[in-house]
C-alpha cells in the first residue's frame, strides 16, 4: 500500500476507529493516543491488510484489539495498587439528577465496561456502535452465528444486571423469574 494509498482509505477511518475506542476506554484522551498507536500501526502494517475483505474491518480489527490490550493491562495496575471500584459509582451518582433515561444509559455503559470478552465487544460494536452483524463478526474472527449467540447472552447478562439494579431495596424477591 503507498503513502497515497494509505491517505485515500485508511485515515479517513479515524473518526470511527475514535468513537469505537472511546466507547470501549470512556475516556477522549486515552481514546485519542489509541487512534495515534493504531494509525501507526496500521502504517506499519500495511502489508497485512490482504486478510481481510475491507480496510473498514482490517482498521476495526487492530483498534479493538488494541483497546482490549489497554483495558487488561489497567485492570492488572489496578488490582496491583488495591483496586478502584468506587469511581465509576460515584459518577453515577453525581449524575443522577440527569434523568431516568441518562441513568440507565450510565448504568448499561458501567454493566458493558465490567464484561467479559468476547460479550463486551460484542455488544459494543453491535449495539452501541452500529456495525452490521457482518462487520463485527469479521473484526472478531468469528461467523455471523457464533455472534448472535453472543450479543444474545450479553444481552441476557445485561437484561438480569438492570432489572437487580432496579429491584435493589424494594423488598422484591431477587430470583428472576421467566
Given at each position: 500500500m503507498t503513502p497515497e494509498e494509505f491517505r485515500k482509505t485508511v485515515l479517513p477511518e479515524g473518526?470511527?476507529?475514535?468513537?469505537?475506542?472511546?466507547?470501549?476506554?470512556?475516556n477522549r484522551e486515552e481514546a485519542e493516543d489509541t487512534v495515534q498507536e493504531v494509525m501507526m500501526k496500521l502504517w506499519s502494517e500495511r502489508d497485512g491488510k490482504r486478510d481481510y475483505a475491507?480496510?473498514?474491518?482490517?482498521?476495526?480489527?487492530?483498534?479493538?484489539?488494541?483497546c482490549i490490550d489497554l483495558l487488561r493491562r489497567k485492570k492488572r495496575l489496578r488490582l496491583e495498587a488495591f483496586g478502584d471500584a468506587g469511581s465509576?459509582?460515584?459518577?453515577?451518582?453525581?449524575?443522577?439528577?440527569?434523568?431516568?433515561?441518562?441513568?440507565?444509559?450510565?448504568?448499561?455503559?458501567?454493566?458493558?465496561?465490567?464484561?467479559?470478552?468476547?460479550?463486551?465487544?460484542?455488544?459494543?460494536?453491535?449495539?452501541?456502535?452500529?456495525y452490521s452483524y457482518e462487520e463485527t463478526a469479521e473484526a472478531m474472527g468469528t461467523n455471523i452465528t457464533a455472534l448472535r449467540t453472543m450479543i444474545s447472552r450479553a444481552r441476557?447478562?445485561?437484561?438480569?444486571?438492570?432489572?437487580?439494579l432496579y429491584r435493589y431495596g424494594t423488598g422484591e424477591d431477587k430470583r428472576i423469574v421467566r
Amino acid at each position: 500500500m503507498t503513502p497515497e494509498e494509505f491517505r485515500k482509505t485508511v485515515l479517513p477511518e479515524g473518526r470511527r476507529l475514535y468513537a469505537l475506542a472511546f466507547r470501549f476506554l470512556n475516556n477522549r484522551e486515552e481514546a485519542e493516543d489509541t487512534v495515534q498507536e493504531v494509525m501507526m500501526k496500521l502504517w506499519s502494517e500495511r502489508d497485512g491488510k490482504r486478510d481481510y475483505a475491507s480496510v473498514a474491518s482490517w482498521c476495526t480489527t487492530v483498534t479493538r484489539n488494541h483497546c482490549i490490550d489497554l483495558l487488561r493491562r489497567k485492570k492488572r495496575l489496578r488490582l496491583e495498587a488495591f483496586g478502584d471500584a468506587g469511581s465509576s459509582t460515584a459518577a453515577l451518582a453525581e449524575n443522577s439528577a440527569a434523568g431516568d433515561d441518562r441513568e440507565a444509559v450510565r448504568m448499561v455503559a458501567a454493566i458493558v465496561s465490567r464484561m467479559k470478552e468476547p460479550g463486551r465487544s460484542a455488544i459494543i460494536m453491535r449495539d452501541m456502535e452500529g456495525y452490521s452483524y457482518e462487520e463485527t463478526a469479521e473484526a472478531m474472527g468469528t461467523n455471523i452465528t457464533a455472534l448472535r449467540t453472543m450479543i444474545s447472552r450479553a444481552r441476557k447478562q445485561i437484561r438480569e444486571e438492570m432489572e437487580r439494579l432496579y429491584r435493589y431495596g424494594t423488598g422484591e424477591d431477587k430470583r428472576i423469574v421467566r
